[in-house]
């Protein structure tokens, strides 16, 4: 069965500085897509980043970073010069096939981030 | 613009009523849409996979005859909440889109909020 595993529940960052948000997962297949979705209080996912089990670079998006270390099936977010509009829920998801051949999306547990001034 | 659109983005209604969400994807065909379920301060729990012109797979402990999914074309899902009781009040999102081998995202729509008194 896949897993994702977030294990801070809760971050704080200053303004400005840098954070790493974790996330393990689990999986048996060899094809696979990893992503993170940021959900304000207002309830919309907002994508933010791909990282696909076979690219060899780690994903950028802008101020968003994928560190992706496939041996040790983790997928850490960096999130650079945070922002208070940062603030937020993260969630890190997984993509795969799906028992009916149709792929499937499954997300991690999240991790609240809050941005102080 | 947004490319999935989900209506209503709330209801309140007494228990017992059944209550219909739609899910539309508004520029392109998707022949699978996912349904989630997301409690308060918790993650999205997959529910079930929407498959146009044949049965939704539901996720184990989701009850088939409770949420009723329906994928008649290839630009609607609907979910039937039948019988709903205050327990079902919740965050429902859908979302499509993506490949399993593409770093296409899933888009979502912005959910709907069901509360049930």
């Known amino acids: 069965a896949q897993k994702i595993t977030q294990t801070q529940p809760g971050m704080f960052v200053q303004e400005k500085e840098a954070v790493t948000l974790d996330c393990t997962y689990d999986t048996s297949d060899q094809s696979y897509g990893l992503f993170w979705y940021k959900q304000p209080s207002s309830g919309e996912m907002i994508f933010l980043i791909y990282?696909?089990?076979?690219?060899?670079q780690n994903a950028t998006e802008g101020r968003y970073s994928l560190n992706f270390q496939k041996a040790r099936k983790s997928a850490n977010l960096v999130i650079s010069a945070s922002q208070l509009g940062d603030s937020a829920m993260y969630f890190c998801a997984m993509r795969e096939i799906g028992e009916t051949s149709y792929d499937k999306v499954i997300f991690g547990p999240g991790t609240s981030l809050s941005v102080i001034p | 613009g947004a490319v999935v659109s989900q209506h209503p983005s709330w209801v309140i209604c007494k228990s017992g009523t059944s209550v219909k969400i739609e899910c539309r994807s508004l520029?392109?065909?998707?022949?699978?849409m996912f349904w989630y379920r997301q409690f308060p301060k918790q993650s999205l729990m997959l529910m079930a996979t929407?498959?146009?012109?044949?049965?939704?797979?539901?996720e184990q402990g989701v009850e088939k005859d409770k949420f009723l999914i329906n994928h008649a074309s290839l630009t609607l899902s609907t979910l039937t909440v039948t019988s709903a009781h205050p327990e079902d009040s919740s965050f429902y999102i859908c979302s499509a889109g993506g490949q399993i081998y593409s770093n296409q995202p899933q888009h979502f729509g912005d959910g709907t909020r069901l509360s049930i008194l």
């Open positions: 520029d392109f065909q998707a022949t699978t």
């Open positions: 990282q696909g089990s076979y690219d060899e």
């Open positions: 929407s498959n146009e012109g044949s049965k939704a797979t539901y």
